[in-house]
């Protein structure tokens, strides 16, 4: 079993900054790919940004203002977001696709975080 726990969330001014992190825990062979979703009220889940073997990918809306890297040693995912807008107001979920044996790959989700920009 593998366990995702997410902090850092919280509530900011719009402009602000937050950072998440994302430790993974448990039964882990390694990690394929790590990343960050968000749902806002009324909306799907969306990817907001991912990273896989030194590549990143970012959903247009935060290009620029959203930074993703990883601690492969810690099992750790961060999410740096600058310039925040209250469009960014979401539970922002962190994915990983774990290997947890020579042939066993799975997903996993953390239970999410809240992220509220608002004056």
């Known amino acids: 079993q593998v366990k995702l726990e997410e902090s850092g969330g919280g509530l900011v001014q719009p402009g602000g900054s937050l950072r998440l992190s994302c430790v993974a825990s448990?039964?882990?062979?390694?990690?394929?790919?790590m990343g960050w979703y968000r749902q806002a009220p009324g909306k799907e889940r969306e990817l907001v940004a991912d990273?896989?073997?030194?590549?990143?990918n970012y959903a247009d809306s935060v290009k620029g203002r959203f930074s993703i890297s990883r601690d492969n040693a810690k099992n750790t995912v961060y999410l740096q977001m600058n310039s925040l807008k209250p469009e960014d107001t979401a539970v922002y979920y962190c994915?990983?696709?774990?290997?947890?044996?020579?042939?066993?790959?799975?997903?996993?989700w953390g239970q999410g975080t809240q992220v509220t920009v608002s004056s």
């Open positions: 994915k990983a696709v774990v290997q947890t044996a020579v042939r066993s790959m799975y997903t996993y």
């Open positions: 448990g039964r882990i062979f390694s990690i394929n790919r």
């Open positions: 990273t896989s073997g030194g590549t990143t």
